[in-house]
């Protein structure tokens, strides 16, 4: 076998178990939710945004919603709908969470909003753009190769891994943060091949419909403000 056989070839699939499936689909939409249900209620009621304690109990309450058992749980129609949100995904929105609770904290995390402008996250984010247009393309078998299918091979992980840290280390500025921002994706990696969550696919845990499509929206936005300010 050649170097681009061993790159193309894709090994048997190491799937979670049914129950980590089942834990990671109600904890990555409790998450998401809980996310989802701040900015509502910081954008509809005002008085919110400067309350920490009503915030945290509707995130709360929403979260713990996810986890009721059977049909009266959110997450049972959005598994059904969607699965399981990546990996990456759960982890910005959790990010996000502790950003719009305690800004102190998130500062110190780089998980403000001024982290989301440096170099290495627009690349990351850009990355994450042209891998789910390359996925699109590969669903409607129009690549030489199975993209989707070579994510269950071992060695995908670690391509993926070296793709996202070779930006990170070239544009991330020595500051607070840059540790966090650049080990996100590896990190990520590594508990999909502690847990093999949430498919056992490595694209499924950094790379998720809803998280591709706001991953374009943040890259045009910032491309936009890029064209105003020059033009």
Do not use: E
């Amino acid at each position: 076998m050649n170097w681009l056989d061993a790159v193309r070839a894709t090994d048997t699939a190491l799937m979670p178990t049914l129950v980590a499936q089942q834990i990671w689909l109600h904890l990555g939409w409790s998450v998401v939710l809980a996310w989802l249900a701040l900015v509502v209620v910081q954008c509809v009621w005002p008085s919110a945004r400067s309350s920490t304690r009503l915030s945290a109990i509707v995130a709360l309450a929403v979260g713990l919603w996810a986890w009721v058992p059977g049909t009266a749980s959110p997450a049972y129609w959005l598994g059904l709908a969607f699965q399981a949100p990546s990996i990456v995904a759960v982890l910005l929105c959790a990010g996000a969470v502790v950003r719009r609770l305690h800004p102190g904290v998130a500062h110190k995390l780089a998980l403000d909003d001024g982290a989301w402008r440096t170099g290495d996250v627009m690349a990351l984010c850009v990355l994450g753009v042209l891998a789910g247009w390359a996925l699109l393309l590969d669903s409607f078998a129009l690549l030489p190769l199975q993209l989707y299918a070579w994510g269950f091979s071992p060695l995908a992980v670690g391509v993926i891994a070296l793709a996202a840290l070779l930006p990170a280390t070239l544009l991330a500025p020595r500051g607070t943060g840059w540790v966090g921002r650049v080990a996100v994706v590896p990190a990520v990696l590594l508990l999909l091949v502690a847990a093999h969550l949430p498919t056992g696919n490595a694209w499924d845990a950094v790379l998720d419909p809803w998280l591709w499509l706001v991953l374009q929206f943040h890259v045009g936005r910032l491309l936009w403000k890029n064209y105003k300010n020059n033009s």
